[in-house]
């Protein structure tokens, strides 16, 4: 099974924009886990409460819980689970160890979207997302060979600096 991650501001049209990833992978069921990514906050009394915070939760619409839900039913045989992380944190190296211990093998970034601020503490995924190694799915055109997948140029320099 993959996971494939995926930015959103919790509107339901990113979840049926998802739905072109599922070209990408007929013959194995798939996490998908939306994220949003937060900046940790300067006060103490905050980062102490991190763990209990509910407020993000109560930003997700029912609209997306419902368009989750119905996706999933829709696509039962593909689709294991659907998830939502928040990653709070600035830097690359807290990025991917959100992706390692979620297990993210894939991003996926629909082309129509765009990053909408949804809190004070909500910052853009983009550098997070392009430079983390991690491959990212590009949507598959009918005519297309049944994956492609797009590396990060990171994970290539890496690799021949093993050489």
Do not use: W
Request: charged content about 25%; overall charge negative; aromatic content about 12%.
């Amino acid at each position: 099974m993959k996971t494939v991650l995926i930015p959103t501001d919790f509107n339901e049209n990113s979840v049926y924009l998802s739905e072109n990833i599922l070209k990408n992978f007929k013959d194995e069921p798939i996490r998908i886990l939306f994220f949003h990514a937060y900046k940790l906050t300067d006060s103490i009394s905050d980062l102490l409460m991190l763990s209990r915070r509910s407020t993000e939760y109560g930003q997700i619409p029912e609209s997306f819980h419902r368009a989750c839900y119905d996706f999933k039913k829709t696509h039962q045989a593909q689709i294991d689970t659907i998830g939502v992380e928040y990653f709070y944190g600035s830097t690359m190296a807290a990025f991917r160890n959100f992706a390692e211990a979620n297990e993210v093998d894939f991003i996926y970034c629909p082309e129509t979207y765009s990053f909408r601020q949804i809190s004070k503490y909500s910052i853009n995924p983009d550098v997070f997302l392009n430079k983390s190694g991690i491959p990212i799915l590009q949507v598959i055109q009918e005519d297309e060979a049944p994956v492609k997948i797009k590396k990060a140029i990171v994970l290539e320099h890496e690799a021949a600096q093993l050489v």
